[in-house]
């Protein structure tokens, strides 16, 4: 007799698809493309551009889910904030009293300092979080995360570069992208937001700027809010700063909004030298620093959270935060030293393409997903 075939658990995936491009949305989208529609439910997070609005669709979308369909497992990114975690409630809570396996995936590096400073929110959040079977952190390091948690099992798995940059031959990129290839260039690739760094950078172009003219600097990216200035507010500085310094350097300065895909990718491959002055509270494992070494970018970040364990000297060169003098010393030691700056982008080209291919990274999370952990 033929045996009757097993019907396919299906996965609830819950997490933040682009747009907006951000690190999370661009972690979470290869994990959803991994999977075959039939074998997943989907709830976007960021369905819509207002946070109270995304808060309620995530809600409802969350009760819709556990009432009207059967799944066993759920993956899910959790939020480090007061108002993402009211957003978490139902899934966590549902999920708990459904007895479904949770995994949960941390792509920031606060969560054990939003939970100590949680306040009333605390029993709350300890209760939720008590049935959660697996979380994936970026490095060793910060299994911390949860230690509050000591049933909950923790897996390591680091980020990874989108599938584009492997798509061509390192040096036929390079030739063909690289407009200026004996003017070196610096880019500056993430939000525009104050905790990324961003007036930090502008200042320390200008310093650069006033010793050289023999490199240019490119900056991409949206204004942003973050904790410490709204999106209006840093826009209007970000303009003014870049308006004066194209005015003194027009040839030497370019802004380019937000680019991705393609663009992207030709963009990393014809600068030398990637920088991103964060502290921002959450900052652990860049996506954009990853897809940077692929396009055999030096780099130059900060000594902030888990920043030091991802960029070693043999990948560039880190500086203290909030110091435009040490971005600019940084970025012009590499110039001053083009055999060292060579290296060390041969260095992360390799590097990242062994390390953290797409390839890898979703083999690993699918992993977690579909088996349990045994430790």
Known sequence: MLKKAEKISKILLVGSLPPPYNGQSAAFLPVVVAFLPGEIFL?????YRSGIGNTLW????????????????VY???SRSRLGFVKDIPLLVLGRWGKKRMVNHLHGANFKSFYDNSGLLKPLISYCYQK?????????GMRNEFSDFPAMKIRVIGNSYEKLFDMQDDTLMQQQFRVSPNIPGVIYLSGLMKSKGILEFLDACTLVLQHRR?????????????????????????FEKYGSLKKQFPDHIQY?????GRAKVEMLYGSDIFVLPTWHPSEAFPISILEAMRAGNAIVTTKHNFLPSLV???????????????????????????????NIQQHNRAFARKAYTQENYIKEVKSVILKPETS
């Open 43 to 47: 709830l976007n997070i960021t369905k």
């Open 58 to 73: 995530t809600m409802l979308g969350t009760l819709f889910y556990f009432v009207f369909c059967r799944f066993e497992t």
């Open 76 to 78: 899910f990114t959790s």
């Open 132 to 140: 959660v079977d697996t979380s994936v952190v970026l490095f060793d």
């Open 214 to 238: 023999d490199v240019t600097f490119t900056i991409a990216g949206l204004p942003c809010s973050d904790n410490f200035m709204g999106k209006k507010a840093i826009a209007k500085l970000f």
């Open 256 to 260: 380019l909004g937000e680019i991705t």
């Open 312 to 342: 070693k000297p043999e990948n560039g060169i880190l500086v203290n935060t909030h110091s435009k003098d040490e971005i600019a010393e940084a970025i012009e030691t590499l110039l001053r030293e083009p055999v060292r700056l060579q």
